[in-house]
């Protein structure tokens, strides 16, 4: 991988999902992705490091979703992440993945990312990949996972990467070297989770109201 440069180029990513209805329980949930603002709040007052959003399931084809037949993408496509990512373009792409029915498209934007942008950090995190990691790590083209609790180890490894620095002894990672997966030593789980406060200045929230009011919602609180 090449040697980053002093300005980092940071896309966060919250994937798409497909569902068999339009309503909950079996349809999305959509809020913002309070996972991800976490993130960007922890790295965004960070020196030389640029960072945008891309919510691809706060996205949907309205028209495509309401004519489908389930199951149904709802959200934005693998390729249409890429080509942003592409198009800015992100040196680093971490995607945010909180449970397994999200885990197809994960890895298909993962495969269209690094197809896209060869040279980028491609990074998971989130409850599925920290429970099932080897089988992100084989199954999609990714250079590492984070484990449990994102913020400190996101920070630090945007900072290894950012400076050229070697990363793979930040805590709290798992990656590949052959066959095998990988681990730094775990990281300490964050003392006052009120420290990090999400950063809803990246995302348009009209645009979740505009989806809560076509029941696209679940309750009116932001998850």
Known sequence: MPEMPSTLRVMLVRPPGRFMSTRFPDGPMVGPPRALLHLAAAVGDEPGVELRLVDALA????????????????????????????????????????????????????????????????????????????????????????????????????????????????????????AAVRRSAPRALLDELDDTVPDYGLVDLDRYFALAARGWRARPTFL
């Open 59 to 178: 996205e949907p084809d309205v028209v495509a979703v309401e004519a489908a037949t389930p199951p149904f993408l709802f959200g934005l496509t693998a390729d249409e992440v890429a080509r942003r990512a592409a198009a800015w373009p992100a040196q680093v792409v971490g995607i945010s993945t909180m449970a397994a029915y999200y885990r197809r498209e994960t890895i298909e934007i993962a495969h269209a990312v690094r197809a896209a942008l060869p040279d980028a950090f491609i990074v998971l995190g989130g409850s599925d990949p920290t429970v099932d990691a080897g089988r992100y790590l084989t199954e999609a083209p990714i250079d590492a996972v984070c484990i449990g609790e994102g913020e400190a180890t996101f920070v630090e490894l945007v900072q290894r990467l950012r400076d050229g620095d070697p990363w793979r002894d930040v805590a709290g990672l798992a990656w590949r070297e052959g």
